[in-house]
């Protein structure tokens, strides 16, 4: 029985897209089974940064409306057989995804994989709540500055009022995923540090992703990170967040600027 | 014969209407000079706006009453009713209105309603953090917050407001008129803070202040805050 993780952050470019498809990947490689849910009707983008974009057929709209089958939809990774992209339209609006029929898509998905992963889009309209709503626990992503962190905590507001899990009254678990972290910029004040992002936001600490140049080029290239280049700073981190998300237990470090080429740089002007 | 047919149907609805409360003082010459000034530095300050006079604090004869009405109308001034008169001394020029009155004999007049009027002056606790866009609303009574309240988060209490957090929001303390209300909080970077309509934005608190343990309280119009180190 799948686990429903939804990828959320209110803010859009924070790498939402990017993180659902490093950590979708890294889970697959392990062995699991994933289907990665692009909720961005109108705007999708998933397709895209896993590869897959020349192969979508048939989309979840497609699905919701009843024009095609779920199976017909699944579109399974060249590289990782047990990974697997539904597509969002990118014809249609937001409107054209339903509660029912997003509830539908889910529970039917649950019994044959064991991660769902919902890619939410930007904003708290229609498209976020609805890939939220359905989520056993939610993946917050912030970035290190004051707005991406106040959206954030506005979804986790969200989040623990409009779910199906806040309705029942059960606890939503949340965790933050904090990415573009630049612990040069960080250690200069103009970033906000790991503790600020967290003294404002209370919830627990998934991983943290460096601002990387990586990233940038597997999103071009069509690969999630933790594909292309697996020994990259950025891909060790998604890969220890989704180690840390099947529950082992892998020492979480804050990147520090101490060894860094420009450290060590201007280190040796210094002295 | 024609039969006639009501042309309009009549509908009526109960509702509740924000307006400005005016409390005037005595002498009240003394009091319509300050008004003068007020009206001389902003026009505009009563224009458009339905202004309700409050005299339950002053004893007025029914000439001085009336005068009053006079002079208000005069600076333009719509009255929209008075609170706290002599109804004999209203003389049907104003409508005399009575807060909450109504309501309360309503309630005692239905025996099914427990007189819950006591119980309702509660405090309001809340055992979690208050996110960038949630509002908490508590007319009557304090509320306490175990933890911090967000950037865009805002809490309105009819009494004193407690956070046992980082205050970033917005805070309105003795929203129901209540200038006793305080402000309490575990350090201080809130966007707004107010009690009893008296407010201060960031950019008023001093620094000295920002990031500090506080408390709040009204000082005559003003809003003192000390820290509590």
Not at chain 1, 7 to 32: F, H, P
Not at chain 1, 62 to 78: E, F, N, P, W, Y
Not at chain 1, 173 to 195: F, N
């Amino acid at each position: 029985m799948a686990h429903v993780l939804v990828v959320t952050s209110g803010k859009g470019g924070v790498g939402k897209t990017t993180s659902a498809a490093a950590l979708g990947a890294a889970l697959a490689r392990g062995g699991e089974r994933v289907v990665v849910i692009d909720f961005d009707v109108g705007l999708r983008n998933l397709d895209l940064v896993m590869g897959a974009e020349r192969r979508v057929v048939y989309d979840l709209i497609h699905v919701i409306q009843g024009t095609a089958k779920l199976s017909q939809a699944l579109i399974r990774d060249k590289r990782i057989d047990t990974l697997f992209l539904l597509a969002a339209s990118q014809t249609r609006d937001k409107d054209s995804l339903t509660d029912d029929g997003v509830e539908r898509v889910i529970r039917e998905l649950r019994p044959s994989f064991d991660w769902v992963i919902c890619d939410s889009p930007a904003g708290i309209e229609r498209g976020a709540s609805l890939a939220m709503r359905h989520a056993d626990f939610a993946l917050v992503v912030a970035n290190p500055e004051v707005s991406s962190v106040r959206d954030s905590d506005r979804i986790i507001g969200l989040l623990d009022s409009t779910t199906e899990k806040a309705k029942n009254g059960e606890p939503m678990e949340k965790y933050l995923l904090l990415t573009r972290y630049d612990p040069v910029r960080a250690g200069r004040g103009e970033m906000l540090c790991v503790d600020d992002v967290l003294d404002i936001l209370c919830i627990p600490l998934l991983g943290i992703i460096p601002e990387s140049k990586e990233v940038l080029n597997a999103s071009n290239t069509g690969t999630p990170v933790t594909l292309s280049n697996p020994t990259s700073a950025p891909a060790r981190a998604y890969n220890d967040a989704a180690r840390r998300l099947k529950g082992e237990l892998v020492p979480l470090v804050v990147p520090s600027d101490k060894n860094t080429l420009l450290n060590k740089l201007f280190g040796r002007r210094a002295a | 014969m024609p039969t006639s047919r009501p042309t309009t149907s009549f509908k009526f609805r109960g509702g509740s209407f924000h307006a400005l409360v005016v409390k005037p003082e005595t002498p009240i010459n003394a009091w319509l000079a300050d008004v003068d000034t007020l009206l001389s530095r902003s026009p505009g300050f009563f224009a458009g706006k339905s202004v309700v006079i409050d005299v339950s604090d002053l004893s007025l004869t029914k000439e001085t009453f009336l005068g009053l009405l006079d002079e208000l109308s005069k600076r333009e001034i719509r009255i929209l009713g008075v609170e706290g008169a002599n109804p004999s001394c209203v003389d049907g020029r104003v409508p005399f209105l009575a807060r909450g009155q109504t309501d309360k004999s309503e309630m005692s007049a239905a025996p099914a309603m427990p007189s819950s009027a006591s119980a309702s002056v509660s405090s309001l606790l809340i055992d979690a953090p208050v996110r960038s866009g949630q509002l908490i609303v508590h007319p009557e009574g304090d509320v306490t917050i175990v933890g911090s309240v967000a950037s865009g988060a805002e809490i309105i209490a009819g009494g004193s407001i407690h956070v046992y957090g980082t205050l970033r929001g917005r805070v309105l303390a003795g929203a129901d008129g209540n200038d006793r209300a305080r402000i309490f909080c575990r350090r201080l970077e809130a966007e707004l803070m107010a009690i009893d309509g008296h407010y201060i934005v960031a950019d008023q608190i001093e620094p000295h202040l920002r990031k500090a343990p506080i408390q709040a309280w009204l000082e005559g119009d003003a809003l003192e805050i000390i820290t509590m180190d």
